[in-house]
């Protein structure tokens, strides 16, 4: 058993639910990897979300990244919650389905190209380590909530970054 799953959870919940949230919270065990969980599942949020897109129709890629990215946050808040009280820990770093959230967001209308998505990652994965104003408050919130708003906001920063770049022709 990993040391640091039995050192932060002592009375792991066994149940169909208490597995359902470890496997959500920690997007089906990549926040184990080291280092950088957050980096992992954001670039495994982007090449699965390239792998869809190969059987999407263009014109229904932004309704469904939309649609992914809300049920993302709709299943994230409550399986990061029931972590955070069964760890005992605010903000644990193998709970990624946050950085999941966030990195869909950024890639809403955005276009297929290599191009682009690395340019989502990068501005996501910016935003989300320095916490601009008001990033940082958002994660005061309790439980799953403040684990998921502040990736939401970072995600929502990127994405307006992504769309002007896109408008000003600086992006294929």
Known sequence: MNTEFSRK???KDE???GRWAWLIATFL???WLRPGPGTWASVATVLLWWLICNFIAPEWRT???ITIAGGVILV???AATRIVRQSGDQDPSFVVID???GQMIAMVAVPQSWKSLLASFILFRAFDIAKPPPLRRLEKFPEGTGIMLDDIGAGLYALAIMQ???HFGMLP
């Open 9 to 11: 959870v002592p009375n």
């Open 15 to 17: 149940s169909r639910a």
């Open 29 to 31: 065990g990549i926040g």
């Open 63 to 65: 309704a469904t990244a």
């Open 76 to 78: 994230g808040i409550p």
């Open 99 to 101: 950085e999941v959230a």
């Open 164 to 166: 002007a770049l896109l």
